[in-house]
């Protein structure tokens, strides 16, 4: 019986990193080849082909190498050959490439996100038993039609919900609302629920000028002035609590819609979406009276994400409100 076909796209991360002695930290050093001889007997479960992207750090991956990644993915994963397709990813900016990947791409073959938080040259790095996780994914037919996974530590999290939460922990990447679609247990994959509603941006190219903005008390609208005087096509607020905002920053929110900026509302808090609760000066109802978009339950570097992937479908405001808000408030 022939063994399923996996791709596994290298683009660097921790996962292919060793001390460099002469820096006395972590580099990328790890070849393709070095990195799968320490997944032992993966060769049982399936025939393996390495695809090069690059060998970066995570915070050197910005959008336009995601979307010429996504252009990659799209062309291996539609091979007649292929099963499925890994993605080794810098833990760092792995959540928004996955994100923007599970959005972008429609298909119901397993596509796999795995990383590293321990480098080669320490003890218990976790590189190749995330790997050996991710094919044992990928090679699942139980993994079809889940969208973009990401496999970390055993647990296998959807890529729109999962997100990195600590900065040192295995454990890190975490379902912080709904838990974990499954895990990866003696080489099998047993999920424990499904994804109810993905959504599908259909986008060939992304819009780079998109800011994110923290909110805190007594902010007002100057960083919102300079964003948009600067060319921003949207901001992301990440507001607080329920969706409010200091009342100072009203005038930088009406300062962007009169520009045709797109504003996108999240919460800074970690769980929970966002709604037009409260009606007092810098609340909800009056952010979404005066045109802001709310976001959900993101987090604000999904939502940026998101934001980017509409602009470069429309910037009609109305129409980006379609998009951005299709889930959560229909």
Request: overall charge neutral; proline content about 5%.
């Amino acid at each position: 019986m022939s063994k399923p076909k996996v791709a596994i796209i290298f683009t660097g991360g921790t996962i292919s990193m060793s001390v460099d002695p002469r820096v006395g930290a972590a580099i990328p050093s790890l070849s393709n080849e070095e990195i799968m001889s320490l997944v032992t007997n993966i060769d049982k479960f399936a025939e393996i082909e390495a695809i090069n992207f690059s060998k970066l750090p995570g915070p050197h991956i910005d959008p336009t190498m995601m979307m010429e990644l996504q252009s990659l993915v799209v062309k291996t994963i539609h091979r007649p050959d292929i099963a499925g397709v890994i993605i080794t990813h810098g833990t760092d900016t792995l959540e928004e490439t996955a994100y923007l990947l599970d959005l972008t791409i429609k298909c119901s073959k397993p596509i796999v996100v795995a990383g590293a938080m321990r480098n080669s040259s320490e003890l218990g790095y976790d590189g190749p038993s995330n790997l050996a996780a991710a094919v044992c994914t990928a090679i699942s037919p139980h993994a079809m039609n889940k969208g973009v996974l990401v496999v970390m530590n055993n647990g296998v999290n959807a890529a729109s919900e999962v997100t990195k939460t600590n900065t040192l922990s295995l454990d890190t990447f975490k379902s912080l609302e709904f838990g974990a679609l499954g895990i990866v247990d003696n080489d099998k994959v047993i999920f424990h629920r499904e994804i109810i509603d993905r959504q599908h941006i259909p986008a060939k190219s992304i819009e780079l000028n998109v800011d994110l903005i923290k909110c805190v008390a007594g902010m007002d609208s100057r960083l919102l002035k300079y964003c948009i005087d600067s060319g921003a096509k949207g901001i992301v607020i990440e507001a607080l609590g329920r969706g409010n905002v200091p009342p100072k920053m009203i005038e930088g929110i009406k300062y962007a819609i009169n520009h045709n900026v797109a504003v996108m509302m999240v919460s800074r808090c970690p769980t929970g979406r966002v709604l037009d609760t409260y009606g007092y000066d810098g609340g909800g109802r009056q952010l979404r009276n005066l045109g802001v978009i709310l976001g959900g339950d993101l987090p604000g570097q999904k939502a940026r994400i998101k934001l980017m992937l509409a602009l470069s479908i429309t910037t009609d405001l109305t129409a980006l409100k379609e998009i951005i808000e299709y889930s959560q408030y229909q």
